[in-house]
């Protein structure tokens, strides 16, 4: 056991994504360069990014997926096998489990992102929240309600900077009490060894990803207009 716990972002995007502009350089420089032991690299629908970066072991990289069910998005972490969408929540969360993974609900209550909302049951056999997401908006009063959310469930909570672009990477991160791999990391946030930390994205870092986002949307809409 390290005498200090991990310093882990438990949730970053990369270029896998389509989404996402982070290129796997980009996660070693700036998870580095902010101070981070490791990251959960947590794409839509692909784990080619995430198991790249497993095989260079110049960090504790989480292998995982963000995955979107019938009611929301919940982080799978610690799999190496995809897990398809849009299923129920049980059946996500028990795919997860027999993947050898964890299922972290992921920003479930905020505003313009698919989260599960307040309205969880307790017999879900999730493994935690994630309380504390960068991204999210509003920021202060999402991070109090998935707190609150957290506590009901009693639930390990996390914390991640859902990353889509590599400087917000490790602007939120969980400080995990295990060794620096990913099954000792994945168990310690089973039983909750755990503690979030973090800090919403800046103004002007949510500006640039609008413009991003808005540019991805023209380009999908050109595209498609002049297809055969």
Not at 23 to 50: P, R, S
Request: hydrophobic share 40%; proline share 4%.
């Amino acid at each position: 056991m390290k005498n200090s716990p991990l310093k882990i972002d438990l949730h970053v995007h990369t270029c896998y994504s389509e989404d996402a502009t982070t290129t796997l350089k980009e996660v070693v420089h700036y998870a580095k360069k902010n101070g981070l032991d490791g990251v959960a690299i947590t794409d839509h629908k692909t784990l080619q990014g995430a198991l790249k970066l497993v095989k260079r072991n110049q960090l504790t990289i989480i292998p995982g997926l963000e995955i979107e069910t019938q009611r929301g998005h919940i982080l799978a972490l610690n799999i190496k096998t995809l897990i398809p969408p849009k299923l129920s929540i049980t059946e996500t969360v028990q795919k997860i489990h027999e993947a050898g993974g964890i299922a972290v609900v992921a920003h479930p209550t905020v505003v313009l992102k698919t989260g599960l909302g307040q309205k969880i049951k307790s017999n879900l056999n999730l493994d935690a929240v994630e309380v504390i997401n960068s991204s999210a908006f509003p920021f202060f009063l999402s991070t109090h309600w998935s707190c609150r959310l957290a506590k009901r469930l009693n639930l390990p909570q996390t914390a991640g900077s859902d990353a889509h672009h590599a400087t917000e990477i490790g602007a939120a991160y969980t400080l995990v009490d295990a060794d620096s791999n990913s099954d000792d990391v994945a168990e310690a946030i089973r039983k909750g060894a755990i503690t979030p930390c973090g800090k919403p994205i800046t103004w002007a870092r949510r500006v640039e990803r609008g413009a991003f986002y808005l540019t991805r949307i023209r380009r999908r809409r050109y595209s498609s207009k002049f297809s055969i």
